[in-house]
């Protein structure tokens, strides 16, 4: 069976077909949460604005003039949803685990390590514009080819290609003390 073209699921989608919009989500929320998460840096924020962002589109799906592009237009509003809600929220504050209570995830250093090394991606990621922690995220993370991400932004390919190029060098070297630091995580 052929796969419908964006253009196509978002024609069916505006005459009212769920299932239409349905596979528009499917097939881009694992980039709308790596935009989302290349702008705000938190995992359940990046969720959070990649759904909004999702039910925002659905709502506004007639002023999309370019169906076939849809997608560019869907990653637009998941980076102004994401600016949006670094704006409107502070940090979620949550009440702490008390100690007594008992988990069968990894032990604390195992998950100590994790966070620590997820912080340092974190904050070697943060070190890049926010077009070159989305191209990362997009290329590196999703597997998204460097033509698709060019369409997908409006941006020549050698342009996301060279993001990626500097972005990628300018990681190893805010990496670099931490190459055998993952041998052991």
Not at 32 to 38: E, M, N, P, R
Request: aromatic letters at 6%.
């Amino acid at each position: 069976m052929k796969e419908r073209s964006d253009a196509e699921l978002v024609i069916q989608a505006r005459a009212g077909d769920g299932e239409s919009y349905g596979e528009l989500v499917l097939r881009y929320q694992r980039a709308a949460y790596s935009v989302a998460l290349s702008v705000i840096g938190r995992h359940q924020d990046a969720e959070d604005a990649a759904q909004e962002s999702f039910l925002v589109a659905l709502e506004r799906l007639e002023e999309c003039r370019n169906p076939a592009r849809f997608a560019g237009w869907l990653l637009a509003i998941v980076r102004n949803r994401s600016r949006n809600l670094i704006r409107r929220e502070s940090l979620r504050r949550g009440d702490e685990i008390p100690a007594s209570a008992s988990s069968s995830g990894p032990s604390p250093e195992r998950a100590a390590d994790i966070s620590a090394l997820r912080a340092r991606l974190t904050e070697a990621l943060n070190t890049l514009s926010e077009v070159q922690r989305e191209i990362v995220l997009l290329h590196d993370l999703e597997g998204w080819k460097h033509a698709e991400i060019a369409e997908r932004l409006g941006m020549p390919s050698g342009t996301v290609r060279s993001h990626l190029h500097f972005a990628r060098k300018a990681l190893r070297v805010q990496l670099s003390e931490w190459k055998d630091y993952g041998k052991d995580v």
